[in-house]
């Protein structure tokens, strides 16, 4: 499946560009193209694989290239006079070669939470490609504004994005680590999920043909179920058997093949998600098993499958396996599409209806002494 990123603020720049540094070191064809929007430059200037003339600067008569200082309504009103910028430079790429957007940015700062759901609604109408939104929720200890500006993005996000991928910082927190120690971690993981997604299928040799391919109508059909998507990982490592052990114990060698397969599906789904959520309420599956192919059981992959299948709320559950000949882990990438129930983002709109009340009563002091201040030089009767 091959991808266009659109890196939107701070966050959003780090992960295209570390999609594209991955992309670029890996032995498929490219699957993603990115560029970065910003309102600060320094952000711009701190990317490292993404081309000069693929980095775009919103908003310089505004805030001079300053950023928007966590005020995601002012990043939204630029996004929206300035989208003729970011739309120009993208129809220089070759849009028909790619099969979906992955539009890219923090939901808690102020330039990417602003301009993802602005960026994304002109997509849609630009473009007849799928375009997908990943979004980082900030973890619950990151403030309030942080907790607001995110629940606002949310809401006028989700109605855009054909589907939502959701990436909770906190839930990657190790004890005692802030998240900005984190961030490296968590973007790693978000990026080599969609990467290992996308890849299954785009193969230049036979040696990584798999024996159900994962291509990306297999992802876009999953996707289709739209609302909130969640990607689980997990993996194991293998031993690489002799060709005499796997002739003399190969009905053994097969049940822990399969077993092994089941087994990372399950951890997978239930203790490695980006969003921690409650897998079952699910309408759509997908499952991609990844490793050494002989580590690739084929009856591993059905019993994963249906295991699935019998979990979720919905009955659509996809699968294959993508080999890779010098891997020495088995690894699962589970997407879970049209989740229903997410408490943690739940949490996160209560909170941020908490929040508005606070800041809403806040104001209204302000209001009354604005109107004695403008009643002040008036005669009195």
Known sequence: MRVMVIGLGQAGGKIADLFIMRDRKSHVPHTFEAIAVNTAVSDLMGLQYIPQEDRILLGETVVKGHGVGADNKKAARIAEDEIEIILNRISRLNVSAFDAFFVVAGLGGGTGSG?????????????????????????????DIYTLNAARSLKALIPHADATILVDNGAFLRSGESVRQAYDRINDEIVKRLGILCRAGEVKNRKHVGEMVVDASEIINTLKAGGICSIGYASEAVKKEGFLTKLFKKKEYEIGKASRILSVTKRAVKGR?????????????LIVIAGPPDQLDRKGIEKAREWLESTIAGTEVRGGDYPLPKENHVGCVVLLAGITNAPR??????????????????????KERDLDYLLGDIEGL
Not at 273 to 285: E, G, I, N, T, V
């Open 115 to 143: 301009s993802i759901s602005v960026v994304t609604r002109h997509l849609k109408e630009v473009y007849d490609e799928p375009v997908y939104a990943i979004g980082i929720l900030p973890a619950e200890n990151e403030g």
């Open 273 to 285: 998600l980006l969003l921690p959520c409650d897998y079952r309420s699910a309408s759509k599956a």
């Open 345 to 366: 983002v739940k949490r996160m709109l209560e909170r941020a209806r908490e929040i508005q009340k606070k800041v809403t009563a806040e104001a209204e002091p302000q």
